[in-house]
């Protein structure tokens, strides 16, 4: 019985390991013919993570035009749109097929977000605001350089 017990036990963190490794670290990608990583998602997934990337785009766009206006309030509140609480959204079978790393450039993109809203109304500097979105910038251009989205079909 005691056997029994150790081998089910073993099975058992065989497969937390196994489904870890997929959940957390490799995601859904497979080779793009361009040597980006293409990550494979239904379509709808596909189309939630553009979305988001369009939302980041509209946000760094009024950014730019509040920076260049001195309007703190306008950068605050375009970057608070897509700081961390816009993130909650995101369903967890999606996160799953993410690869490790495109999550930790999309983690830190809201949370830099995040930052730049809070130095923007406390600060009141636009040259601050411009050197951080300049910075954050650098995310979009890793994850657009490593990854591209496919609409994968079937499950």
Not at 50 to 59: I, K, P
Not at 61 to 68: N, P, R
Not at 105 to 120: N, Q
């Amino acid at each position: 019985m005691c056997k029994l017990s150790w081998s089910i036990s073993g099975l058992l963190l065989i497969i937390v390991l196994i489904m870890s490794y997929k959940f957390i670290l490799s995601g859904s990608v497979a080779p793009a013919n361009d040597g980006r990583q293409a990550i494979l998602l239904e379509e709808p997934e596909r189309d939630l993570v553009l979305a988001e990337m369009r939302m980041f785009l509209t946000s760094v766009q009024a950014i730019t035009k509040g920076v260049s206006e001195k309007n703190m309030d306008q950068v605050a509140g375009a970057a608070r749109q897509v700081g961390a609480q816009a993130q909650q959204a995101v369903p967890g079978s999606l996160i799953g097929k993410l690869p490790l790393t495109f999550k930790q450039l999309g983690f830190d993109t809201h949370k830099k977000f995040d930052s730049l809203a809070l130095d923007a109304e406390t600060l009141g500097d636009p040259q601050h605001s411009l050197q951080q979105l300049s910075e954050l910038m650098n995310n979009c251009v890793a994850c657009h350089s490593t990854y591209k989205i496919n609409a994968h079909l079937g499950k």
